[in-house]
């Protein structure tokens, strides 16, 4: 089964600063990449699909990139309401696999 | 506009059983593969099992293979996980997700999630 691998597991960053969260898959997954974000109590939510479209309604700071086995998260500008924990996920493919999540936090 | 609201959760003893509902409205259910994801308390995002829009094709997860089962009626718009042999390890909110379209090229990548319902296993 191919493992999805998120680093770092928690941040703490300044509001506006650029925020980068990585994520690597054990095994070449194409561009089959997503990524979620749980806010506290809350659902996930799909924030970017195919590494690097955004899911109608998320802000354009938000950003992804990567292809193969290694995938980027890239917050431009850190807001307070992005205070959330990231997944990476892959899909088209069984089993489906989230990575174990980012925490980020405002410093 | 898309509703999927869980139930069926509850305190159940290690090796005992649960089922769980997953009633979907606001689009056509018998249309599209349905998900149950689930997440241990304060933990991550763990896939559990996949039903085709007409059940025809059922995929679960290493941890619940053979211990749990996906079904749905369409009929009745609902998605079910029967949960048997239940262990501590399987406490967890769980969440019934929708998958994209069929044939889109998106299986697995949920555009919609109910808000969960709590499992817990415990003696």
């Known amino acids: 089964d191919i493992q999805m691998t998120q680093s770092p597991s928690s941040l703490s960053a300044s509001v506006g600063d650029r925020v980068t969260i990585t994520c690597r898959a054990s095994?070449?997954?194409?561009?089959?990449l997503a990524w979620f974000q749980q806010k506290p109590g809350k659902v996930p939510k799909l924030l970017i699909y195919?590494?690097?479209t955004l899911q109608s309604g998320v802000p354009s700071r938000f950003s992804g990139s990567g292809s193969g086995t290694d995938f980027t998260l890239t917050i431009s500008s850190l807001q307070p309401e992005d205070v959330a924990t990231y997944y990476c996920?892959?899909?088209?493919?069984?089993?489906?696999?989230f990575g174990q999540g980012t925490k980020v936090e405002i410093k | 506009q898309v509703q999927l609201v869980e139930s069926g959760g509850g305190v159940v003893q290690p090796g005992g059983s649960l089922r769980l509902s997953c009633a979907a409205s606001?689009?056509?259910?018998?249309?599209?593969?349905m998900h149950w994801v689930r997440q241990a308390p304060g933990k991550g995002l763990e896939w559990v099992a996949f039903?085709?829009?007409?059940?025809?094709?059922?995929y679960y997860a290493d941890s619940v293979k053979g211990r749990f089962t996906i079904s749905r009626d369409n009929s009745k718009n609902t998605l079910y996980l029967q949960m048997n042999s239940l262990r501590a390890e399987d406490t967890a909110v769980f969440y019934c997700a929708k998958d994209p379209p069929p044939y889109s090229g998106s299986w697995g990548l949920y555009d919609y999630w109910g808000q969960g319902t709590l499992v817990t296993v415990s003696s």
């Open positions: 996920q892959k899909y088209n493919s069984a089993p489906l696999k």
């Open positions: 195919a590494t690097s």
């Open positions: 606001g689009f056509t259910f018998s249309s599209y593969g």
């Open positions: 095994q070449g997954i194409s561009n089959n």
């Open positions: 039903i085709r829009y007409d059940g025809s094709n059922k």
